[in-house]
């Protein structure tokens, strides 16, 4: 273990936060919200750009290339559909074929040149969209859809086929939904629905459909964006529109793949920004659903660690399964900001009630225990053997008068209840329907969130198809699982609007000091050694051991007395990788003798295993602290990321990271921190002091920092173990990794 001449770490928390943002904080650096045009210190925007897609959604004039309404043609069907859904929004439809003087009825124009008028959207019917790309280029069309297959899904040929699209795209100024799409866009959505809608967005149309059937339980849906292979518009581009649409309330997301992991976190900062919720089925979970995803969209899946913790970071709620996605969706699209973050079990049955308050408080959600006066109240409608704490057990809700609804609005009144879920296992009339009809009166007379789940597996009842589904303000489940999903993310996903300030607002705009020392030491294409990489460190601003390089005995043993007995000894070279493997360090050397026999031995090691030295370092040890590593490798899809965890041993034994997307703040930092299952280490176990956490979070910290500016420079940095020292000490890097671009 080793130690350091440098003072400890500021622990001051402002100054944590200011380090994220540069060297010194002020104006340049951050103080005001990100805006249009705004770059990062490494060129990057930092803010979303919004695509105007009002013209593809509600387009005044559609050309379709390829029309046709001869029977037993596939695009015979394509073009009946795109007709019906032109007369739908009210716009002009303009059939385009050469060989064909009309299609249904409409006069039909030669080619993309005859058209009568400039138009906003242009559905490609043709196998080689190509040419026609470059036609509409000259006639000026704003949008195009690309049905064909046959490229990036399809291996390295339809890989360069998809890049020749993009680049005819990319000069065109024509944007582009596709290759590899379908009709999603143009279906026909409800407009007899009230309350906020869901806009959809999916890379899979038929994942799609179990979201877009939402709209025969009343629940309304406003956009559909199949994103296909995003040879142009991606992902982003409809998050960023959707969350700037006053009517939606969510969005709904089917992700295989990502095209740029920058682009989707900004447009997901715009929502988050904005309070619309985003929820999302991303796959790519295991190697298989990875491998499979890839070749059905031609995309980029990304390192699933990565991409959960980007998710995480920017508030996007990722579920597991359809089912999930489209209960949870529906729920955070239509139900009012929460009052408390207290939850109720209401019950007919105390096996039920006990069995749901179990899952509740392992989903992680509140049970406040009812007060005493409030139990009191339950009491005079329900009878004093039932237990009223919460879980609440009426013993059977009452149909014969007013009792039952006094006992709902009673729980609704209590001000630590925010939510009230309902079981109702199954359908056992007349009590469960009028134990409905009380819980959906009562909910049109609260700000509360109120939550029925019907068990019943046939679902035809009129209590469920009738009355809950008519309602607008009761979230009916059909699983209680779905149900503790969709409230957890629920009551998550305000708590994380309500505290959200965007990374990006604070991200550095200038390089700092720290990054001129940098550059002098990088060395493209090779590993640093460990004394080199220390002095990267130093540069950050990071505390390193108090250490001598030495290419002697005789100096190893004037530095060790300079250090201060007991030192440890390491061999320093820009090719070694596992010191300890190769029997390259020396720890608790308290003389100098031992000093003088331990440096012969680790340079007798390094010439017999054929490993370069620029010398031996010779450091301090410190023995009292929790071994951390921190570390920057970089993602393909997102780039450079910082990876925090236990160190040491530790960090191959039990794998407990975390990991964050640059840029982010001091609040993320400790997120991640708190999210290690070995957190427990840092606040001090078995009578050891509590760490000195504020100094952890500025490490990490100023290592984003290095990832932000350096972060095409370098591959993989890793700082492990970080020694943090009890609490008001600091941290040290007790040894150091990093690898050039």
Same mark, same amino acid.
């Given at each position: 273990?080793?130690?350091?001449?440098?003072?400890?770490?500021?622990?001051?928390?402002?100054?944590?936060?200011?380090?994220?943002?540069?060297?010194?904080?002020?104006?340049?650096?951050?103080?005001?919200?990100?805006?249009?045009?705004?770059?990062?210190?490494?060129?990057?925007?930092?803010?979303?750009?919004?695509?105007?897609?009002?013209?593809?959604?509600?387009?005044?004039?559609?050309?379709?290339?390829?029309?046709?309404?001869?029977?037993?043609?596939?695009?015979?069907?394509?073009?009946?559909?795109?007709?019906?859904?032109?007369?739908?929004?009210?716009?002009?439809?303009?059939?385009?074929?050469?060989?064909?003087?009309?299609?249904?009825?409409?006069?039909?124009?030669?080619?993309?040149?005859?058209?009568?008028?400039?138009?906003?959207?242009?559905?490609?019917?043709?196998?080689?969209?190509?040419?026609?790309?470059?036609?509409?280029?000259?006639?000026?069309?704003?949008?195009?859809?690309?049905?064909?297959?046959?490229?990036?899904?399809?291996?390295?040929?339809?890989?360069?086929?998809?890049?020749?699209?993009?680049?005819?795209?990319?000069?065109?100024?024509?944007?582009?939904?596709?290759?590899?799409?379908?009709?999603?866009?143009?279906?026909?959505?409800?407009?007899?629905?009230?309350?906020?809608?869901?806009?959809?967005?999916?890379?899979?149309?038929?994942?799609?459909?179990?979201?877009?059937?939402?709209?025969?339980?009343?629940?309304?849906?406003?956009?559909?964006?199949?994103?296909?292979?995003?040879?142009?518009?991606?992902?982003?581009?409809?998050?960023?529109?959707?969350?700037?649409?006053?009517?939606?309330?969510?969005?709904?997301?089917?992700?295989?793949?990502?095209?740029?992991?920058?682009?989707?976190? #900004?447009?997901?900062?715009?929502?988050?920004?904005?309070?619309?919720?985003?929820?999302?089925?991303?796959?790519?979970?295991?190697?298989?659903?990875?491998?499979?995803?890839?070749?059905?969209?031609?995309?980029?899946?990304?390192?699933?660690?990565?991409?959960?913790?980007?998710?995480?970071?920017?508030?996007?709620?990722?579920?597991?399964?359809?089912?999930?996605?489209?209960?949870?969706?529906?729920?955070?699209?239509?139900?009012?900001?929460?009052?408390?973050?207290?939850?109720?079990?209401?019950?007919?049955?105390?096996?039920?009630?006990?069995?749901?308050?179990?899952?509740?408080?392992?989903?992680?959600?509140?049970?406040?225990?009812?007060?005493?006066?409030?139990?009191?109240?339950?009491?005079?409608?329900?009878?004093?053997?039932?237990?009223?704490?919460?879980?609440?057990?009426?013993?059977?809700?009452?149909?014969?008068?007013?009792?039952?609804?006094?006992?709902?609005?009673?729980?609704?009144?209590?001000?630590?209840?925010?939510?009230?879920?309902?079981?109702?296992?199954?359908?056992?009339?007349? #009590?469960?329907?009028?134990?409905?009809?009380?819980?959906?009166?009562?909910?049109?007379?609260?700000?509360?969130?109120?939550?029925?789940?019907?068990?019943?597996?046939?679902?035809?009842?009129?209590?469920?198809?009738?009355?809950?589904?008519?309602?607008?303000?009761?979230?009916?489940?059909?699983?209680?699982?779905?149900?503790?999903?969709?409230?957890?993310?629920? #009551?998550?996903?305000?708590?994380?609007?309500?505290?959200?300030?965007?990374?990006?607002?604070?991200?550095?705009?200038?390089?700092?000091?720290?990054?001129?020392?940098?550059?002098?030491?990088?060395?493209?294409?090779?590993?640093?050694?460990?004394?080199?990489?220390?002095?990267?460190?130093?540069?950050?601003?990071?505390?390193?051991?108090?250490?001598?390089?030495?290419?002697?005995?005789?100096?190893?043993?004037?530095?060790?007395?300079?250090?201060?007995?007991?030192?440890?000894?390491?061999?320093?070279?820009?090719?070694?990788?596992?010191?300890?493997?190769?029997?390259?360090?020396?720890?608790?050397?308290?003389?100098?003798?031992?000093?003088?026999?331990?440096?012969?031995?680790?340079?007798?090691?390094?010439?017999?295993?054929?490993?370069?030295?620029?010398?031996?370092?010779?450091?301090?040890?410190?023995?009292?602290?929790?071994?951390?590593?921190?570390?920057?490798?970089?993602?393909?899809?997102?780039?450079?990321?910082?990876?925090?965890?236990?160190?040491?041993?530790?960090?191959?034994?039990?794998?407990?990271?975390?990991?964050?997307?640059?840029?982010?703040?001091?609040?993320?930092?400790?997120?991640?921190?708190?999210?290690?299952?070995?957190?427990?280490?840092?606040?001090?176990?078995?009578?050891?002091?509590?760490?000195?956490?504020?100094?952890?979070?500025?490490?990490? #910290?100023?290592?984003?920092?290095?990832?932000?500016?350096?972060?095409?420079?370098?591959?993989?940095?890793?700082?492990?173990?970080?020694?943090?020292?009890?609490?008001?000490?600091?941290?040290?890097?007790?040894?150091?990794?990093?690898?050039?671009?």
């Amino acid at each position: 273990m080793l130690g350091s001449t440098h003072g400890t770490l500021t622990t001051d928390s402002r100054r944590a936060r200011a380090i994220a943002c540069g060297e010194r904080p002020g104006p340049a650096v951050h103080g005001r919200p990100a805006q249009e045009g705004d770059l990062d210190v490494s060129g990057r925007p930092l803010h979303a750009d919004v695509p105007d897609l009002d013209h593809f959604f509600r387009p005044r004039s559609v050309a379709v290339i390829g029309a046709s309404d001869a029977e037993g043609r596939p695009n015979t069907g394509v073009t009946r559909q795109l007709a019906d859904w032109a007369e739908r929004v009210g716009a002009r439809l303009y059939p385009v074929h050469p060989s064909r003087p009309a299609v249904f009825g409409l006069p039909c124009s030669a080619s993309v040149a005859d058209l009568p008028e400039q138009v906003d959207l242009a559905v490609v019917l043709v196998g080689d969209p190509l040419p026609v790309i470059e036609e509409l280029a000259e006639a000026k069309a704003r949008f195009a859809v690309v049905f064909a297959s046959g490229f990036a899904e399809t291996g390295p040929e339809g890989e360069a086929a998809q890049r020749r699209l993009a680049a005819a795209v990319e000069r065109s100024g024509v944007r582009l939904l596709g290759p590899n799409t379908n009709l999603n866009a143009f279906e026909h959505f409800r407009d007899d629905l009230d309350g906020p809608a869901i806009a959809l967005i999916t890379q899979s149309g038929h994942q799609g459909r179990p979201v877009f059937a939402l709209q025969e339980l009343g629940i309304r849906l406003s956009h559909w964006a199949p994103t296909g292979n995003e040879a142009d518009l991606e992902t982003a581009d409809f998050l960023s529109y959707f969350a700037e649409q006053p009517e939606i309330g969510a969005i709904a997301c089917y992700l295989e793949g990502l095209k740029d992991g920058r682009s989707f976190l #900004l447009a997901a900062d715009r929502a988050a920004r904005r309070g619309v919720p985003v929820v999302a089925v991303k796959v790519g979970r295991t190697e298989t659903g990875a491998r499979t995803a890839a070749s059905h969209t031609g995309k980029l899946t990304g390192a699933d660690t990565v991409v959960d913790a980007a998710l995480r970071q920017y508030g996007v709620i990722r579920v597991d399964g359809l089912d999930e996605l489209q209960d949870t969706a529906a729920l955070l699209a239509r139900a009012r900001p929460p009052r408390a973050d207290g939850v109720v079990v209401y019950s007919i049955s105390g096996g039920t009630g006990a069995h749901v308050a179990d899952l509740a408080t392992e989903a992680g959600l509140r049970l406040p225990v009812l007060a005493e006066a409030r139990q009191a109240e339950l009491h005079q409608w329900i009878p004093e053997y039932l237990s009223v704490a919460n879980p609440v057990d009426n013993g059977g809700h009452p149909v014969g008068d007013w009792r039952g609804r006094k006992i709902i609005d009673a729980i609704l009144d209590d001000p630590e209840v925010g939510v009230l879920i309902c079981p109702i296992t199954g359908p056992f009339p007349p #009590l469960s329907d009028r134990l409905v009809r009380d819980l959906v009166d009562a909910a049109e007379q609260t700000d509360k969130l109120v939550c029925v789940v019907w068990g019943s597996p046939v679902g035809t009842e009129p209590a469920y198809r009738e009355v809950l589904l008519g309602s607008s303000r009761v979230a009916t489940f059909r699983t209680v699982g779905n149900c503790l999903t969709a409230v957890r993310a629920y #009551l998550a996903h305000h708590r994380f609007t309500t505290a959200y300030r965007s990374p990006f607002d604070e991200a550095p705009r200038t390089p700092s000091p720290s990054y001129r020392k940098a550059q002098a030491l990088m060395r493209p294409g090779e590993q640093l050694s460990e004394h080199a990489a220390k002095q990267l460190l130093r540069a950050y601003g990071i505390r390193v051991p108090r250490e001598q390089l030495v290419t002697s005995a005789a100096a190893a043993v004037r530095a060790a007395g300079l250090v201060g007995y007991p030192v440890v000894m390491k061999a320093s070279g820009a090719r070694i990788a596992h010191k300890t493997e190769l029997g390259l360090v020396k720890i608790g050397l308290t003389s100098a003798s031992q000093v003088r026999d331990a440096y012969r031995e680790l340079t007798d090691i390094a010439r017999y295993e054929d490993v370069p030295l620029d010398g031996v370092l010779v450091c301090q040890m410190v023995e009292q602290g929790v071994e951390m590593v921190v570390g920057v490798t970089h993602d393909d899809l997102f780039g450079p990321t910082v990876t925090v965890g236990l160190g040491g041993v530790l960090v191959e034994v039990l794998r407990d990271t975390a990991v964050g997307v640059p840029p982010f703040g001091e609040e993320q930092a400790r997120d991640m921190l708190a999210g290690l299952r070995g957190r427990a280490l840092l606040d001090g176990v078995r009578g050891r002091p509590p760490a000195d956490l504020d100094a952890l979070v500025e490490v990490v #910290l100023r290592v984003q920092r290095m990832a932000l500016e350096l972060g095409d420079q370098v591959a993989e940095l890793d700082i492990n173990p970080l020694m943090v020292l009890p609490q008001g000490q600091g941290a040290v890097a007790l040894d150091a990794l990093a690898v050039c671009r």
